[in-house]
């Protein structure tokens, strides 16, 4: 849900499961377990907890009040895995599903070894490398 604060930053609220929380703690069962109500704006990350009823689907002049509540999120730093070890195994993940595919399709007649020569060449086609011909 977009609104525009008072100072007029444009804010966006929505509802957000908290990290690493139970999803269905034992207790409390008519609240939101492990959520909280988050506010985006294009510099800041803020959150209220607990999500109130209605939320994010609240009045604007709501929405204020809650953000004045609401506590400023820490940025985390997002490490992204080194690109050769995530290509090399989207490579075995392929060849497995390419020859997985070969397997079943020497059992099919028919329509069915059609679909499965277009998914064995479809995952070939993924590396550039051709298809071996069965």
Do not use: K
């Not at 034992?26 to 009823?53: I, Y």
């Not at 939320?55 to 204020?64: M, N, Q």
């Not at 075995?92 to 998914?119: F, H, K, N, W």
């Amino acid at each position: 849900m977009e609104f525009i604060a008072t100072d007029g930053t444009v804010w966006c609220a929505y509802v957000e499961a908290v990290p690493g929380s139970d999803p269905w703690p034992r207790h409390t069962p008519t609240r939101l377990p492990a959520r909280h109500l988050r506010f985006e704006s294009a510099t800041e990350s803020r959150a209220v907890t607990p999500v109130p009823a209605g939320a994010p689907f609240l009045p604007e002049s709501r929405l204020r009040g809650l953000l004045e509540r609401a506590v400023p999120l820490v940025p985390v730093a997002i490490v992204p895995a080194p690109p050769g070890d995530s290509w090399e195994r989207a490579r075995r993940a392929a060849r497995s599903a390419a020859a997985l595919l070969a397997r079943g399709r020497e059992i099919l007649e028919g329509p069915a070894a059609i679909v499965a020569d277009r998914a064995i060449g479809f995952v070939a086609s993924l590396f550039g490398r051709p298809r071996a011909r069965l």
